[in-house]
């Protein structure tokens, strides 16, 4: 049956102002992109208030890409869309499997169409192994670069700035966009992870400069080691680091920092976007309090939450957080300029937002954090939201920039492995090998009846780590291409176990398989890997003061 006229124009009139709305809001929020200190302004004097917009402007991202996506569209109507006035919550979250593997490129970009002018394609792979390509428009990558300069120069300042790029620029996708976003307030040089590069580009320009390294956490130790060995002169040089890829524990941050001035983590991902969320003076912090400070801990994460989650600080008029029941984190990126729309975006981590006021009230009940709590918030004064980030819930372990899933492992256990018929099961886990240095450990419980040798156990170790390997770089370009650029990426640890023992110890009551090794696994001599490329898990770590 046809439309009534009358509804017909009044619906065309509600989505012809929607666009207009829309883009005049998108319009809006490139003012403060135009300089820097626009955006560092902006940052240090948002609003609680501002969350409602913010929400309201995510709302209005979805309804258009409803109206003008054809994918979003469709999966919306599948999944028993009815449109509600302001309601976000109307719009079921997208995920990769259900949203990106089923749809093809264009169907998933405005009006159906890629804008080939300017776009550029990242890289990613996920656990099949199948590439992911994300598309990045011209205008969607002006307006990332312009969001990292302006808080780069909020974290460093600008002056005589000298970034130093040591992110892979193969193994990881947005190792390109940071040399980009960071020649938009410094001056550049992409030297990849190569340490040689690095030490050649000091003895070449000298003291003089801001230096800014940025790397995977693990690659900046190695650097400062390889510094001292070299009697580099720390004293005439001011060196800065900005990781990311994967956790920064506080114990790495803390030996980092005894030779660099400062070290600060990034929070984004390769099928969304950089430079989503920051760490500032104030969420290192609070970090560093929560594992000094009960009391607080309890207020902040509840009580029995062992975990200490990583703290970053967000702009939601950009990139708009949410949390579903079971604490998932959901992301829908602020702009029309996103040629393929990321709305209500379920990235697969662990999360929870608190407001600044909210903190800021939990600190208040404690007045010796509270006065630490304002010498840290002087720093760089952004009044921004907190995301606290437990890491990824999908059974995935990070190392150096790369993820490791549970499918990939099983398949390269299998891989030739003769003795493969007495394998069980598998765990994952991240084992500290002292130094501040962290290295993947694979699990393995012997079946009940399995009786091996000492030289068939040590033989299993040896093809098990063998073929994991193998099989990682074989299905993972971003595997490949770490263990190509770094030989310790190669050092995946293989422990067995016997049936029931160590960290198996007690069986399992879930009818799924548990691949990640929990906190309190008897027999575990392990960090929880709980860690994914964008997060940070448990660590014990100084309190209390204001860093640096």
């Keep these: ?69 054809p994918a979003y569209r469709q999966y919306q109507n599948e999944t028993g869309f009815r449109f509600r006035w302001w309601r976000l919550g109307a719009y079921t979250p997208t995920s990769k499997k259900e949203y990106v593997d089923r749809f093809p490129e264009p169907s998933r970009c405005w009006n159906g169409e ?31 670069h312009k969001n990292v300069a302006g808080y780069i120069t909020l974290l460093f300042g600008s002056r005589k700035l000298f970034c130093i790029n040591a992110f892979s620029m193969g193994a990881w996708a947005t190792g390109t966009n940071t040399g980009l976003a960071m020649s938009k307030v410094a001056m550049v040089k992409n030297t990849g992870p190569d340490i040689d590069k690095i030490v050649d580009t000091l003895r070449h320009f000298g003291p ?40 920064l524990t506080e114990g790495l941050r803390d030996y980092i920092e005894q030779r660099f001035s400062r070290v600060y983590s990034g929070y984004g991902a390769s099928d969304l976007t950089i430079g989503m969320a920051g760490e500032s003076d104030l969420s290192v912090w609070l970090r560093r309090s929560l594992v000094a400070n009960p009391a607080l801990r309890s207020l902040v ?79 760089q004064r952004m009044k921004l939201p907190f995301v606290l980030l437990f890491g990824r819930k999908d059974s995935t372990i990070s190392y150096m920039g790369a993820n490791i899933y549970p499918l990939d492992v099983e398949n390269g256990l299998y891989l030739g492995n003769p003795y493969a018929y007495a394998i069980e099961s598998f765990k994952l886990s991240l084992l500290d090998i002292g130094d501040l240095e962290q290295r993947p450990v694979i699990h393995l419980q012997l079946r009940a009846d399995a009786e091996l040798d000492e030289r068939a156990v040590a033989e299993l170790r040896e093809r098990s780590a063998a073929g994991v390997l193998a099989h990682l770089a074989s299905v993972s370009r971003d595997i490949a291409q770490s263990l190509a650029e770094d030989p310790t990426a190669s050092d995946v640890r293989i422990e067995v176990h016997e049936h029931g023992t160590g960290v198996f110890a007690g069986g399992s009551s ?39």
């Design 1 to 69: 049956m046809l439309k009534h006229p009358a509804p017909l124009r009044r619906q065309q009139l509600r989505q012809a102002a929607l666009r207009v709305a829309t883009a005049g809001v998108t319009a809006f929020y490139s003012v403060y992109r135009l300089h820097p200190a626009l955006w560092r302004f902006t940052a240090r004097h948002y609003q609680p208030s501002f969350e409602r917009f913010a929400r309201i402007n995510a709302w209005m991202i979805c309804q258009q890409a409803y109206l003008d996506v």
């Design 114 to 144: 890629i804008v080939t002018v300017g776009t550029v394609v990242d890289e990613s792979s996920g656990s099949s192994g199948r590439p992911y390509n994300w598309m990045r428009s011209k205008r969607e990558l002006a307006t990332v």
């Design 208 to 247: 003089g400069y801001t230096y800014l390294v940025s790397a995977y956490p693990p690659f900046l130790k190695h650097l400062r080691d390889r510094l001292d060995a070299e009697g580099f002169d720390w004293d005439a040089f001011d060196l800065n680091g900005f990781v990311g890829g994967e956790a």
């Design 301 to 379: 994460l509840g009580d029995g939450e062992e975990r200490t989650p990583m703290i970053f600080q967000y702009n939601p008029l950009e990139t708009y957080l949410e949390t579903t029941d079971a604490g998932e984190l959901l992301v829908t990126l602020n702009s029309t300029a996103i040629m393929s729309p990321k709305v209500r975006y379920n990235i697969g981590d662990e999360a929870s937002i608190v407001t600044f006021p909210e903190m800021q009230g939990y600190v208040s009940q404690f007045p010796r954090l509270a006065l630490a709590f304002e010498r840290a918030f002087a720093i």
């Design 510 to 548: 879930k009818i799924k398989n548990v691949y990640l090794v929990d906190a309190d696994d008897r027999g575990a001599v392990v960090q929880p890997a709980r860690t994914g490329p964008r997060s940070g898990g448990p660590e014990a770590g100084p309190g209390g003061g204001a860093v640096d």
